[in-house]
Structure formats: structure tokens, C-alpha cells
């Protein structure tokens, strides 16, 4: 199972799951986090999917502009 680019996905994720990616200590996603990206893109997600480094300063870059 493959993770959807992250831009397809992440100005849609909840404030809530966006801090959890953000914060996590871990780059595996959270079950939470994997069922909203699951709900928006439609993507079967696994339990071990894992965000890269470049998709980390997607998030980063994009935190402010998604949360406004």
C-alpha cells in the first residue's frame, strides 16, 4: 500500500490530525490520521505508512496557509 502525495491530501486533514503529523515524534502516521487521509483521497492506507523527510517540509511549508 502506498500513501497519496501529500498535497492531495493535506489541506483537507483536520487541524487536529495536521498537529499530529506535525508533532509526532514518529513519521508513522496515527491510525486517526491514516483513516482521514483514507476518507479524503479514497486510498486503502496502511498501519505502517510513514511520511519522507520532503513530505514533512510539505507539511511544514503548508501548516500555516492549511489552517487558514
Do not use: C, F, K, N
Amino acid at each position: 500500500m502506498t500513501l497519496p502525495p501529500i498535497s492531495d491530501w493535506w489541506s483537507e486533514l483536520s487541524e487536529e490530525s495536521r498537529r499530529s503529523v506535525l508533532d509526532g515524534d514518529s513519521p508513522h502516521l496515527d491510525e486517526d490520521v491514516r483513516e482521514e487521509i483514507r476518507v479524503i483521497t479514497g486510498a486503502v492506507v496502511g498501519m505502517v505508512e510513514s511520511l519522507t523527510d520532503e513530505d514533512l517540509d510539505y507539511a511544514r511549508a503548508h501548516a500555516e496557509t492549511a489552517s487558514d
